[in-house]
Nanobody
Framework: QVVLEESGGGSVEAGRSLRLSCKFS????????MGWFRQAPGKERERVAA????????QYADSVKGRFTISQDNTKSTLYLQITSLKPEDTAMYYC?????????????WGQGTQVTVSS
């Protein structure tokens, strides 16, 4: 079992930055890949960033390239998502997830999510 706990969401104005954190614990050997997803009301869940533990091969959705940065601090067992130049369309629930590989389909482990709301 892998346990994931997100934090760092909030309500911010457009143009500002935010850093989301995901504390991970448990059987982390099951989670070679970790990622960030988001889901806005009425929209499908979207994978915005993913990385293999060790920081190899960071992957980003085209919609967020240049503004989102995924990183990790294994000494703190924490995954981060730095978001700059926030836009109202970034408003969504953001989830941390983990899987044995950076899957395009199902991921095995999920956090509860942290809400990001961007006002114009």
């Amino acid at each position: 079992q892998v346990v994931l706990e997100e934090s760092g969401g909030g309500s911010v104005e457009a143009g500002r930055s935010l850093r989301l954190s995901c504390k991970f614990s448990g059987d982390i050997n099951r989670a070679n890949c970790m990622g960030w997803f988001r889901q806005a009301p009425g929209k499908e869940r979207e994978r915005v960033a993913a990385t293999y533990l060790g920081g190899v091969d960071n992957q980003y959705a085209d919609s967020v390239k240049g503004r989102f940065t995924i990183s990790q601090d294994n000494t703190k067992s924490t995954l981060y998502l730095q978001i700059t130049s926030l836009k109202p369309e970034d408003t969504a629930m953001y989830y941390c997830a983990a899987h044995s590989y950076c899957s395009d389909g199902r991921w095995a482990y999920w956090g509860q999510g942290t809400q990001v709301t961007v006002s114009s």
